[in-house]
């Protein structure tokens, strides 16, 4: 079945490191798009992909960095720059038209 | 910018109970609508959407319709099910098709 893979689905992280975040689909969707969710809010656009090799920032880029290299994968890399990274990250794809976009199950990250 | 509110939660209902959450947005021209559902741990799920003006979206007892002139989207059920306790976003794609979520509503439903 196709669908989008996130790993891991749980990271802990120490302070002053980077940690990478997976995102793998085997839908053939152009798009790709990383959030993060805090506890009772919403989702915040971090950065977005609409073709292979180009990436857009979203509204809260800052600490985090992506590359976009396969059409199928989108790993998003939480630097130490990043100074409140604690929060469930969720990526997601889509093609153009009137769809909705797919989410991964989501990685819960941890700075211990 | 474009913009979507929804009513704030929990909301907490006894089984078999109708439910409304409501939505509102702003946007220019005429986004696209959405209605997703998070269970505890999950990603998010599509429930249902709307393309157009009077437009009804549907999917497992859940109903909205894309009200233009009032710019909303508030989702229903007639009636509700222990298994619908999640929590519901309600979504507009922008000109660039990115999704602008509102805040979420926690839907509690008791036996």
């Known amino acids: 079945d196709g669908g989008i893979t996130q790993s891991p689905k749980y990271l802990f992280r120490k302070e002053g490191q980077n940690v990478t975040l997976s995102c793998e689909q085997n839908?053939?969707?152009?798009?790709m798009y990383w959030y993060r969710q805090d506890p009772g809010q919403g989702l915040r656009l971090i950065y977005y992909?609409?073709?292979?090799?180009?990436?857009q920032k979203g509204d809260i880029a800052e600490g985090y960095s992506v590359s976009r290299e396969k059409k199928e994968s989108f790993p998003l890399t939480v630097t130490s720059a990043q100074k409140n990274p604690t929060a469930f990250y969720l990526c997601?794809?889509?093609?153009?038209?009137?769809?909705?976009?797919?989410f991964g199950s989501g990685t819960r990250l941890t700075v211990v | 910018g474009d913009s979507v509110t929804q009513m704030e939660g929990p909301v907490t209902l006894s089984e078999e109970a109708f439910l409304t959450i409501n939505c509102t947005y702003t946007?220019?021209?005429?986004?696209?609508l959405f209605w997703y559902v998070q269970y505890p741990g999950e990603g998010l799920q599509l429930l249902l959407k709307?393309?157009?003006?009077?437009d009804k979206g549907s999917n497992k007892g859940f109903e909205a319709t894309y009200r233009k002139e009032t710019t909303s989207f508030h989702l229903e059920k007639g009636s509700v099910q222990v298994s619908d306790s999640a929590v519901y976003f309600c979504?507009?794609?922008?000109?660039?098709?990115?999704?602008?979520f509102g805040s979420g509503t926690r839907l509690l439903v008791r036996p």
């Open positions: 997601a794809s889509t093609i153009p038209g009137d769809y909705g976009y797919t």
């Open positions: 839908l053939n969707h152009d798009a």
């Open positions: 992909s609409q073709i292979v090799n180009d990436f």
């Open positions: 946007a220019t021209g005429y986004p696209s």
């Open positions: 709307a393309t157009k003006a009077d």
């Open positions: 979504a507009l794609r922008d000109s660039s098709y990115k999704l602008i």
